[in-house]
């Protein structure tokens, strides 16, 4: 039971972190973290937004990890917490390229259901 637990509070988070990427300006702040940090007025030209929506979205993404910020007098600077998540992108550009070869792949396979295993409400 335990165990269960455990794995269920990772895939929560992991969840988490994955909706807190889901968001196209989100992914260009991240695309312009990965050359190193930047101040939220140059982010907010990145993603021709007003202020408010990018300290949301930089928000949230500080709020599960991703990214970190750092204070100089009045400007706020971010960077990648976890540069690592550059290659989440690209196993996730991976799926999108091959994403045809992986439906056919799984299609051919024969794999099916049982209709009593179908639980449809």
């Not at 455990?6 to 895939?11: A, H, I, L, Y």
Request: glycine share 4%; net charge positive.
């Amino acid at each position: 039971m335990d165990f269960i637990m455990k794995r269920n509070d990772r895939n929560i988070r992991r969840a988490k972190i994955i909706k807190a990427l889901a968001h196209p300006s989100r992914l260009a702040i991240i695309n312009r973290l990965e050359k190193g940090e930047a101040c939220v007025c140059e982010l907010q030209k990145i993603v021709d937004a007003d202020i408010s929506t990018v300290s949301k979205h930089l928000s949230l993404m500080k709020k599960t990890g991703i990214v970190e910020d750092r204070k100089e007098g009045l400007w706020v600077y971010y960077r990648l917490r976890v540069p690592c998540v550059i290659r989440f992108f690209d196993c996730i550009d991976a799926v999108a390229e091959n994403g045809s070869d992986i439906n056919n792949q799984y299609s051919t396979r024969n794999i099916q259901c049982q209709n009593d295993e179908v639980d449809v409400k």
